[in-house]
């Protein structure tokens, strides 16, 4: 099982922007794609993914300097940050973890057969989103089953929320033929969104304010273009921290660069998955039925293109930062969370269908909730981390245990039960 799960491994580091082309080439082929279709398709996709990683590289290189002026406001904080690479590295050591990759591959097809689902989700780079609760309770509980049986079971509950969501996203994005199969946030971050809507909808006053970046554009003209918004956005962020006016308005072309260049890479994605899609339809007419459409899971990343997602994203940076000084008991300080928040935010921006004003107020109290799960589930983070056998000194944390709900609900179980 060892030489198993080194296989696993070793194709896993080979990145996204390499396996996923792999993953969509073989896919396609087995919807009966040609060879040089396939292979086209599989590397747009590809391509795509890995200009979607350069951009949102380009983000965090942009608010670098203002990342690194509040990293040094929190220079006495107790518990570190570890970051959610070192966490999903970590929870890959698990004794279980290539049975289980193994077993979520596997049903996904068997589910897709019997007709239960019509999701295929290729996300497999995000798999860590189900054996980090796995490697938890594994880690909390002593257990070799439960923490399989939470792994697997994840991976299940993904398929159908994937499923159940999967219009709205579409409608939304634009992406046919697509879902997000990213368990952490199709299963918390969304259903907040939604919640938070329901809620701003009984509010009178709040529910009449409608702030999308197309009417503001409609209205005030050349200021309301995304180009123009991130240069605006990412210079104020600059000045707020005190940078020196070049580096305060190189961070605004940065910011301004990702708003119009994040929208061009998922198009050179679904120009890929467009084809894919087709095949894949026809594929299900033939093999499962007509009217049977499938949904091919995709990562967060691919609603990384929506304006509004990412002007909430730089707005609620230093706002992360204010909160770490004004919540009690804060013993960490969220530098780690800074460069998820991009991630936290498309499907906050669906659930509020494009609204700015409702995004941010849902993107605030979301924050507020990461934030506090992040900082008070520290010691199961920490004890998952030392379970794994990665050394670490004193107290560390990540934001899984804020925007992963399995994480949340198997923290909190342990604290009652122990």
Known sequence: MEAVLSVIQNIMDMGASVMLPVVI??????????????????????IGFQGLGLVVGLLGT???????????????????????????????SVPFAAIAILMIVGLNVLFILLKWTTVM?????????????????YALFDSFWLGLTVTVGLS???????QWFAPRWEAYYGLEGTTCTTFSFITFAYPFGL???????LIPGLNKIDISLEKVESKIGFFGDPAVIGLLVGT??????????????????????????????????MEGLTAIGEAA???????????????????????????????????????AIFLAFIIPGMHYFPVGVLTVIVYMIPLLALASNGNLFRTLVTGFFFLVIVLIGTNTFAPEATEMMNATGVPVEGVVTDSFWGYNLANIIISLFHRIVR
């Open 195 to 201: 919640l938070v809507n329901k809620l701003i909808d």
């Open 156 to 162: 299940i509950v993904t398929l159908f929320v994937a």
């Open 62 to 92: 942009s608010l670098q300097p203002a990342i690194d002026y509040y990293q040094e406001m929190g220079s006495g904080y107790t518990t570190m940050d570890v970051g959610w690479a070192a966490v999903g590295a970590a929870s890959w």
């Open 281 to 319: 339809k026809e594929f299900m007419k033939k093999h499962i039925g007509e009217g049977k459409k499938l949904y091919i899971g995709m990562d967060i990343a691919l609603g990384l293109g929506d304006p509004t997602a990412i002007t909430t994203t730089v707005i609620l940076i230093p706002i």
């Open 236 to 269: 104020f962020l600059g000045v707020l921290t005190r940078q020196e006016f070049t580096v305060a308005i190189s961070m605004g072309v940065g910011v301004s660069a990702v708003l119009v260049l994040i929208p061009k890479m998922v198009s050179v994605m």
């Open 121 to 137: 989700n290729v996300d497999i780079w995000n798999y860590i989103h189900f054996l980090i609760p796995g490697a938890l309770a």
């Open 25 to 46: 080439f073989i896919l396609s082929c087995v919807f009966r794609m040609k060879i040089g279709k396939a292979l086209k398709t599989g590397l747009l996709v590809g």
